[in-house]
């Protein structure tokens, strides 16, 4: 019996899939850092906007966490493994993790500079994406970005006098 996976072949050349799949890796990352910041916070928030951050935060990650299923099966469709451990998110997210418990409104500018970020890392992959003729990862793509963007808007919000 062949153990051997079969070829893929689906209209992307190998080397736009492995580029590909790197990138998206990247944001898989960014992602998931920015979930585990986002869950962090809603654990820990305090002060007068308790309940509106928790609130707020709680509906945050649980989008996020729909998100890291479909860029990492995005991953595997591609023929790649998903980057899984902390020490591989780590190494590939361009957000740094935040120390300590941060004030309300300190946890709120942290979210804001970590969706901007993932929205750069999403926003990044789009030539590449586009240049492959990848249709499906620059949808996931575009609904990362409309989600990255609003929710920094929304957040950035909170900050104004």
């Not at 790197?22 to 998931?32: P, R």
């Not at 709680?58 to 990492?72: G, K, R, V």
């Not at 190494?91 to 929205?119: C, S």
């Amino acid at each position: 019996m062949d153990t051997k996976a079969p070829k893929i072949d689906i209209g992307l050349s190998e080397e736009s899939r492995a580029n590909i799949a790197a990138g998206l890796s990247g944001l898989l990352a960014d992602s998931y850092t920015l979930y585990l910041m986002t869950h962090n916070f809603h654990w820990n928030v305090k002060g007068p906007m308790f309940n509106s951050l928790h609130q707020m935060f709680m509906a945050q990650y649980t989008e996020q966490w729909t998100a890291l299923d479909l860029i990492a099966e995005r991953i595997r469709a591609l023929g790649y493994a998903a980057p899984g451990t902390y020490a591989e998110f780590v190494k590939l997210a361009t957000i740094k993790e935040v120390e300590g418990v941060p004030k309300a409104l300190d946890m709120v500018r942290h979210l804001v500079n970590a969706q901007e970020a993932t929205a750069r890392t999403a926003r990044k992959l789009l030539p590449l994406v586009d240049d492959a003729n990848d249709q499906p990862t620059a949808d996931l793509l575009t609904q990362r970005l409309d989600v990255h963007e609003k929710t920094a808007w929304m957040l950035r919000s909170l900050l104004e006098e």
